[in-house]
């Protein structure tokens, strides 16, 4: 027995290994990819807005196919290929970099990666029924790929700077390595494990709670992304930190993905938010308000003189907000559809799928102002600001009709 719990120790070491070094590749080329457009190439907000769009439709593509995938060739087939895809286009890239050749191996690492997340998932959650030791584990596995994506994008700056080919270099190297780990280590659970009893099943009560709060989570999980891909793509527009240099402008926007790994932390070290699906409503809510807060300098917002330094105090203000926001969401979707689904990879992959429909939404929404006003970033903001208002709306209508589903009861 004691084999067995050392054995499965050092299996999920070596699946958080990959997941961190997936979670560097990802971040450079999702989220940082648009600082490294926009100063090697010259892109702005259309452009940006354009990738990012494009980049929900690849993503939404490959988390549906993970199921099917993993039903037909189980676990490692798939991770091994998909890595090693995402090695090879990233490599060309590298060498080889081009605005075109750039775009292209971005949106096939997205279809490649997007298929790894779910099995990833899957491989950490196996075997743990335990609602609250699943917990624990969900909040391990977000703990690192967030703490590594908080540090690869704070740096990503210097890396445009000194080492711009690294910017897909790196991913190359990541994915690479991953493949090779994945090929040659054991990193499916073993069958006692795998196929460990269920837990007994909850209350009533705290089932109804479970299902609210992921059908909350499913509509605020779009809402999330669409602001996180939107964001990022104007980001380097953003008046405040657009005349820095990149270094500067990728640290100072690092700030909520440190503070969403900080959520990380205290959400998986408490369990007061098992029991209150509604916070959800809330983290929804506070998703506009950091919007504003993040992309309109105070003196618009307020109609007074501000300077720069408040300026760019109040965009720290609003990502600090927005790391915040996040954590929840994102913790509540994962954790509410992997207990309820036993940890399955086919969940896993809906996850995925609405992270692409939000990556898909809040940039073409972006996209389309861009070509009636060109260059308006009030314009986009107010265009993704409806969207995340519509999702208020519709987690709000999902909230009251599972209660009255549920008085009937």
Aim: proline share 5%; hydrophobic share 55%; with cysteine.
């Amino acid at each position: 027995m004691t084999h067995g719990r050392d054995a499965e120790r050092k299996r999920l070491a070596l699946v958080h290994t990959i997941e961190a070094l997936i979670s560097a590749a990802a971040n450079l080329l999702t989220i940082g990819v648009f600082f490294f457009m926009q100063d090697r190439f010259g892109w702005g907000l259309g452009r940006n807005f354009t990738l990012s769009a494009f980049l929900g439709v690849f993503y939404i593509a490959g988390a549906l196919a993970a199921h099917p995938l993993t039903k037909r060739f189980g676990q490692r087939k798939p991770l091994a290929a998909a890595y090693l895809i995402m090695g090879t286009i990233t490599l060309v890239a590298g060498i080889i970099p081009s605005p075109v050749t750039c775009t292209v191996a971005v949106l096939i690492f997205a279809l490649a990666s997007s298929t790894t997340w779910p099995i990833v998932e899957h491989l950490v959650s196996a075997g743990e029924n335990d609602p609250h030791l699943l917990s624990r584990r969900l909040a391990l596995y977000n703990i690192v790929w967030a703490a590594v994506g908080a540090l690869i994008i704070a740096i990503n700056g210097y890396i445009i700077e000194k080492w711009p080919n690294g910017e897909f270099l790196i991913p190359a190297i990541c994915s690479v390595a991953s493949a090779f780990m994945v090929l040659l280590r054991q990193i499916e659970p073993p069958d006692e494990i795998a196929h460990a009893p269920v837990a007994h099943q909850p209350e009533p009560t705290l089932a109804r709670q479970r299902v609210l709060a992921l059908w909350l989570s499913r509509i605020s999980v779009p809402a999330m992304y669409l602001m996180i891909y939107s964001l990022a793509a104007m980001l380097p527009s953003l008046p405040v930190i657009h005349p820095l240099r990149p270094a500067m402008q990728t640290l100072i926007s690092s700030v909520w993905l440190v503070v969403r790994w900080a959520s990380f932390i205290v959400l998986g070290a408490t369990a007061f938010w098992h029991t209150r699906p509604r916070l959800l409503l809330t983290a929804a809510a506070m998703l506009l308000v950091s919007l504003f807060i993040i992309t309109i300098r105070p003196g618009e917002l307020f109609g007074i003189a501000s300077s720069e330094k408040m300026d760019l105090a109040f965009m720290i203000l609003g990502q600090v907000v927005f790391g915040v926001t996040t954590g929840l969401i994102y913790a509540a979707s994962l954790y509410f559809g992997m207990v309820l689904s036993q940890g399955s990879t086919e969940h896993g992959g809906y996850h995925e799928a609405l992270i692409g429909l939000g990556m898909m939404l809040g940039p073409t929404a972006g996209a389309i102002t861009q070509w009636k006003y060109p260059g308006s970033q009030r314009a986009a903001v107010l265009s993704i600001a409806a969207l995340i208002g519509l999702s208020i709306l519709l987690a709000s209508m999902a909230s009251l009709k599972l209660r009255r589903r549920h008085n009937k009861v």
